[in-house]
């Protein structure tokens, strides 16, 4: 549903294939449920990802901060407000707030940074080649959640993850909500037993192909912070920071 201040909105029941032996909704989710927010926002501006390929372009997502203040938990309706904030040089911003749609309680913050490329080459487009307008919503994005760094000089290598098939979209590589499986998967064993995500932050610096291995590091910052990232054949392939609590 497209408000009047530019912003859009779909609601949600959590549903049990969605969570963990906990009965909370798992990052891959909350991360696939804002990816679907914003396609179904493009979708009723009639610009969705079908007809942005047709023209030869098509948004590939570069960075993503996750804020959980209250994990979404099994059979809970929830309320996914989307909107695009204002350009920041190449990048295109977008901000998505989960809400309950009970109580109103914010439960989850999400910002994006996207890159228009030309499915031609994969070369980055400027914005001003995007030939559409997007309203600008009136959500409080703040860029400042990007400025992180993995610190790549410390950690050891905990595993290897081979990209499969059932990881691919439709743009033929490994979808976005996929990194989030790939960090808690490898966080030490257990921990998501006694803990939860807090907070996650993943930089997108290769796609991932199939049947690609990705050698997994992890370096441990404290008992409840760790950095984890992904060394594919001929270049990294992610980067993340994980928050517990």
Known sequence: MLNPEGTYAITHRVELAECDPK??????????????????QLLELGIGHQKLWEEGM???????????????????EIVVETCPL????????????MTDRVTGRKLVQIY????????????ILRPAAFPYP???????????????????????????RPIYYSDLDNNGHANNAVYGDIATDFLPKGILLEKEVAAFWVHY?????????LTIHRAAIDEDHYDIWGEGPDSRCFEAKVALR
């Open 134 to 160: 997007l309203i600008r919503g009136e959500m409080d994005g703040d860029p400042n959640l990007f400025k992180w760094k993995v610190d790549t000089q410390q950690g050891e290598v905990v595993g290897v």
């Open 23 to 40: 009965d909370r909704m798992r990052l891959s989710w909350i991360m696939r449920l804002q990816q679907e927010a914003g396609e179904k």
């Open 86 to 97: 204002p350009v920041k040089g190449a990048a295109f911003q977008r901000e998505t707030v």
């Open 205 to 213: 610096q290769k796609e991932g192909a199939l049947g690609e291995e």
């Open 58 to 76: 098509v948004f590939l997502l570069s960075k993503m901060a996750v804020q959980i203040l209250q994990t979404p938990r099994y059979l809970q």
């Open 112 to 123: 994006t940074s996207w890159m228009l490329v030309n499915t031609n080459d994969w070369k």
